[in-house]
């Protein structure tokens, strides 16, 4: 099953006449891998239009005519692009102002803004549970140790789960 081009195109076409044509990008395990900096630029860029294939796609004459960004969320085949396009949306709205309640919240995630390591873990109460403690250094209020020690615990963490970060 191959989407038609005349309705696809026209569509297209029609939201874009509605407003700002924005940024047509199309969900297909072809296109370049979604990471945070494409996340970035992708939140820098106002309205986008997603486009979802289903099964084989859409006729090639969609990507001739429309030129749009092809952009794939990992090397696997889904369905269709529908759970591609949630995926990509629930990573561009963080980025969106008001969207988080404070715009900082979303600076020391992991591959944020330049940020190549895996965020540090995370805790809250209570202090000890089944004999699992909060490490020390979080609950004594020096922010110069607990900036440190979350660094090292971040880049401990990328050592170990995700080295090719470090390369």
């Known amino acids: 099953m191959v989407l038609k081009v005349e309705p696809v195109v026209e569509c297209v076409e029609a939201v874009q006449a509605l407003g700002e044509p924005g940024r047509v990008v199309l969900l297909t395990p072809q296109g370049r891998k979604l990471n945070q900096p494409m996340v970035e630029e992708l939140a820098a860029a106002g309205r986008l239009v997603l486009l979802c294939g289903r099964y084989e796609g859409f006729d090639e004459r969609v990507i001739d005519i429309l030129r749009p960004d092809e952009i794939s969320i990992g090397d696997y085949v889904l369905n269709g692009g529908e759970v591609a396009a949630m995926v990509l949306i629930d990573a561009v709205i963080r980025l969106v102002p008001g969207v988080l309640g404070d715009e900082q919240s979303s600076i020391d995630d992991s591959f944020s803004r330049g940020n190549r390591g895996l965020?540090?873990?995370?805790?809250?109460?209570?202090?000890?549970?089944?004999?699992?403690?909060?490490?020390?250094?979080?609950?004594?209020?020096?922010?110069?140790?607990?900036?440190?020690?979350?660094?090292?615990?971040?880049?401990?963490?990328?050592?170990?789960?995700?080295?090719?970060?470090?390369?």
Do not use: C
């Not at 000890?128 to 020096?142: A, D, F, Q, T």
């Open 119 to 167: 965020e540090f873990a995370q805790y809250t109460r209570p202090r000890e549970y089944r004999g699992h403690m909060v490490p020390e250094v979080l609950l004594g209020g020096n922010h110069e140790e607990i900036a440190r020690w979350r660094k090292e615990q971040s880049e401990h963490k990328t050592k170990e789960r995700r080295a090719d970060l470090l390369e």
